[in-house]
């Protein structure tokens, strides 16, 4: 059973970076597509960032170009976001989610997610 687990979330001030990791377990993640997605208070989930199994697709929400960074590294099992420049907007708990690959492209909906990591964004 595919398990996902997310770290390397914080308390960061604004401008701040943060590397959060995705260790997924119980599955070889090489075919699985990735996505992280976010939660702030009082708002809906929001998809930011997705690749494909092998990397070699990549996509972000508008919010997201500029800052965000996905990665993966296939032999650790684990999915990488990084995020730049924080600022306080950025505040919420943050979580991938995966979803087995049938193509070269990654998408939006997801069957398996982690617990989340939360992202604190303030001085």
């Known amino acids: 059973q595919l398990q996902l687990v997310e770290s390397g979330g914080g308390l960061v001030q604004p401008g701040g970076s943060l590397r959060l990791s995705c260790a997924a377990s119980?599955?070889?993640?090489?075919?699985?597509?990735i996505g992280w997605f976010r939660q702030a208070p009082g708002k809906e989930r929001e998809g930011i960032s997705c690749?494909?199994?092998?990397?070699?697709?990549?996509k972000y929400a508008d919010s997201a170009k500029g800052r965000f960074t996905i990665s993966r590294d296939n032999a650790k099992n684990t999915v990488f976001l990084q995020i730049d420049s924080l600022s306080p907007e950025d505040t919420a708990v943050y979580y991938c989610?995966?979803?087995?690959?049938?193509?070269?492209?990654?998408?939006?909906?997801?069957?398996?997610w982690g617990q989340g990591t939360q992202v604190t964004v303030s001085s």
């Open positions: 690749i494909s199994r092998s990397g070699g697709i990549t």
């Open positions: 989610a995966a979803r087995r690959s049938y193509s070269t492209d990654c998408g939006w909906n997801y069957q398996y």
């Open positions: 119980g599955v070889t993640l090489a075919y699985y597509d």
